[in-house]
């Protein structure tokens, strides 16, 4: 989660169940790929033809494009799209390289996607509204999907797409696949319910996570964890994590993101340096997983991989462990 020059642009203030908004992990408000994404009333109606030109301003919607569409139908992508969505991961498409050669760009100006000539552009909520009026008083089309605080806002989101990019029966398969994944890491839920995890990251030498009411969150109850963040400090949606606290919640399990492309080690260091920290059961007994950025600070259908990457772990250590 914590981008490097490559890495850290600004950090920005804190936004609304957006984990990653308040951790500097967006953009400045400036520019950029914008992480999550209000849809009009009128965002799903019929238009003449399928959009044959879309710009994803959103590397969530990357993620969700990419397992309904070809590249053959994306005019660019945001270039952050190479570390925080599946098209960086070793898991990626199978037509990677055809995804990779994608145009991209860095800003969400005007002159950059217009020089695309989109006949779609899916952007988030905290795009700059300038350039969102500037792009509809041009004629094209723009469309904001909502940040999804649960699983049901996710499923709601690629039937929209689905729809939209008029490829519903691909979303249906997408989310009976993901239903079905779903199923199997809830059966597995009650034999790692006697463990704590936090989600965990530096940024701007300042300590972040998720509560209630993120996908962080959603996550680690699929799961079948205990949330402390949440069930003993009542915390939701992105909300600062001090060292104090930390330590009063002293999780089994801390999971932070692992260093890739614009993400370097500043949690790692942080919590290695920390001497206060020692103490801290995840340290001592091995408890700290590390996601790719694409898996820990997901907003996409992609948060069940994320579940299924850390349901592993857990396995793994309780098998290590002889179940205990």
Sequence with gaps: MNPRPARVRAPSPPRPAR?????????????????????PANALASTAGLPQRVVVANTALVDD?????GPERVAAICSQAHTWSALGRPDAPPDLARWRSVPTFDRFVVETLLARRPDLVLCGPYSRAET???????????VRLPDPPDLDGVWSNVAALGDLLGVADRARALLADLDRRVAALREGAARRSALTAVFYTQSGGQGWSSGAHTLADAALELVGLRRPLVEVAGRSETTRLTFDLLLALDPDLLIVPAPFGEVDDETQRALAAETRLAPLTALREGGVIALHPALFSTTSHRIVATAEAIAAAVDARLAERGGR
Excluded: D, F, P, Q
Aim: proline share 0%.
């Design 132 to 142: 969102v009026a500037t792009l509809e008083a041009s004629g094209v089309r723009v």
């Design 65 to 69: 494009v990419t397992a309904l569409i």
């Design 19 to 39: 984990w990653l908004a308040a951790l500097g992990l967006l953009l400045a408000s400036v520019g950029g790929c914008s992480r999550a994404a209000v849809t």
